[in-house]
């Protein structure tokens, strides 16, 4: 059976979800990811790593349905490069409302964003206060998860193999190899920060505002020249084997 909530019929819909039910909803987004990628490469792990998961949640006996991916989100940090295509702030933010408010009208009560796109993050995280203060749902952000290359699993990108780099380019090599093309893969660390001890991408003290292309012209940030479809194909059974595990303690979870 399906757990694609779209594919159910109103009425079916109605009597399968209870309050226990989870509705997990995919955010990816359409943008530049360099010229070794797919502009997809975000959505592509959003919906397809979300599949898996729910399916192998399904399988170890949690009551998880997934909504039809988003697209198109907030990633005008690559506002800069043809073919990225994005909604403002406000107009993502009021989509995650009504898309929650239209939740809160099943019988279900929890709502899972799962993110492929960093940039969507801040948002995602207001929002969960917001759809749980104005609808009482009960809400949670899980994130696709592609590590930076440290050296031994692939080159070292001293932290900031964030966008297009060795863990993402590997897990679509591993998802969708037909649309990657590893030939026109350049590294793009940001050496210059890296010893920042407090200025950092992620982990650190102090946030910045940047654009994907402030750090090489190709806007990857980090070293995708090394990837491989095994190493995508390990990052997947881990991705899923984490995510069931985090659907696992969201079912259980109490305030």
Do not use: C
């Not at 009504?98 to 207001?126: C, Q, R, W």
């Not at 206060?129 to 899980?142: A, K, P, Q």
């Not at 920042?196 to 910045?208: I, R």
């Amino acid at each position: 059976m399906s757990r694609d909530l779209h594919e159910l019929s109103g009425p079916a819909l109605a009597s399968t979800l209870t309050a226990d039910s989870i509705v997990v909803l995919p955010t990816g987004s359409i943008e530049h990811h360099g010229p070794h990628l797919p502009l997809a490469t975000d959505l592509i792990m959003a919906d397809l790593m979300s599949t898996k998961i729910v399916e192998a949640a399904v399988e170890a006996g949690l009551d998880v349905w997934r909504l039809a991916p988003l697209a198109y989100t907030k990633s005008d940090e690559h506002h800069w490069a043809v073919g990225t295509m994005w909604v403002s702030w406000e107009t993502l933010m009021r989509t995650l409302v009504d898309i929650g408010e239209s939740v809160s009208k099943t019988p279900a009560k929890t709502l899972v964003f799962y993110n492929g796109h960093g940039g969507n993050t801040a948002l995602l995280m207001v929002a969960l206060r917001e759809l749980h203060i104005r609808f009482g749902l009960r809400t949670f952000l899980m994130n696709a998860g592609m590590p930076a290359g440290d050296g031994v699993n692939g080159p070292d990108e001293r932290g900031f193999g964030i966008h297009g780099g060795h863990g993402e380019t590997s897990m679509v090599m591993a998802l969708r190899p037909e649309l990657v093309d590893l030939s026109t893969a350049e590294r793009w660390v940001p050496d210059q920060i890296a010893d920042y001890e407090h200025v950092k991408f992620n982990g650190g003290s102090v946030a910045f505002g940047w654009q994907s292309d402030d750090f090489g012209p190709s806007g990857v940030i980090g070293d995708p020249t090394q990837a491989t479809a095994e190493w995508g194909d390990e990052l997947v059974r881990r991705s899923i084997a984490q995510g069931v595990s985090e659907l696992g303690e969201i079912a259980r979870f109490n305030r």
